[in-house]
């Protein structure tokens, strides 16, 4: 074969291989575009103030920031790369939903449930997570000055079983979070970073803290 005929064959090979990938990423979009913020909007309207059921969708990368979600039901839901930015997320259901890289800087959150979510890269930075329950597991997270007051991460020694219920959180930033009175009991916080942040009454318990940072505010 030619070396004309092989580059011409290149050429093509090269073009059905873009095409292919262009297609993909049309039905991925496709796929992510499940509900847009006019739609999400319109069923809080018709919702008149109750909680609303957004399980098992994919909301990837949506911006819901600032929307009164309260006791909203995300089971399940993919929420990868979504913007919930100071929006009230108070008694949301966010259980073995997938959060990885969304923005909850400055969100209320107080008694939201995150059981066996997807965590990693999620920004919780100035968030009220107050009385919140958190069991999931991601690297990087970040709870910088977060309110963590009554935040349960962990569970007692007596109530666990052969594996521990958790949260698995390396590197986590909690600098200058308000960790008063918090369960962090078997939590995984290794490299963790707690510059400034209060922990009266918080209890680390069997917690795994490797390598964290523990400049303690008080």
Known sequence: MSLLKRALIGRRLARVASAMLFIAAAAQAVVAAERSRAQVEETLAEARGKPIDLANLDL?????????????????????????????????????????????????????????ALLDGANFTGADLSDSRIIGGGTRVNFRNAKLIGADLGADPANQGMVPVRSELPDANFDGADLTRANLTHAVLTGASFTGAVVTGARFDYAVLDGSNLSLGR
């Open 60 to 116: 990837s990368g949506l911006d819901l920031s600032g929307l009164d979600l309260r006791g909203a039901d995300f089971f399940s839901a993919t929420l990868a790369g979504a913007k919930l930015a100071k929006s009230d997320l108070s008694g949301a259901n966010f259980t073995r939903a997938d959060l990885q890289n969304v923005d909850f800087s400055g969100a209320l959150m107080k008694t939201a449930m995150l059981y066996a």
